[in-house]
């Protein structure tokens, strides 16, 4: 049974940058592909971006582009969410998402597998 483990949130500075991790537990992450995804308080969950099974295939939300970096690790089975520039706005939960069939892109799409979310709080 796969499972994911988000890692890396906190709280830092408007301006810092964070690198979040999924790590994919019980499987290879080569067989999913990943997903990020945040919810904000008081908002629905949106995608933020979106990584292929090897990689090759990238996907941005638009309000994130330029300042979010998916990529994946497969020998280390994770995948990674690299965020700079950061602003109160991007305070939220982010979880990630893995699916067996296709590239999760859509928060109200179903994933084979979900994980249970890393906290992040951008404050000065």
């Known amino acids: 049974q796969v499972q994911l483990a988000e890692t890396g949130g906190g709280v830092v500075q408007p301006g810092d940058s964070l690198t979040l991790s999924c790590v994919v537990q019980?499987?290879?992450?080569?067989?999913?592909?990943v997903g990020w995804f945040r919810q904000a308080p008081g908002k629905e969950r949106e995608f933020v971006a979106s990584i292929g099974w090897t990689g090759g295939t990238l996907y941005y939300a638009d309000s994130v582009k330029g300042r979010f970096t998916i990529s994946r690790d497969n020998a280390k089975n994770t995948v990674y969410l690299q965020i700079n520039s950061l602003t109160p706005e991007d305070t939220a939960i982010y979880y990630c998402?893995?699916?067996?069939?296709?590239?999760?892109?859509?928060?109200?799409?179903?994933?084979?597998?979900w994980g249970q979310g890393t906290q992040v709080t951008v404050s000065s």
């Open positions: 998402a893995a699916d067996r069939a296709t590239v999760p892109r859509r928060a109200t799409a179903p994933a084979d597998y």
């Open positions: 019980g499987g290879t992450s080569s067989s999913v592909a």
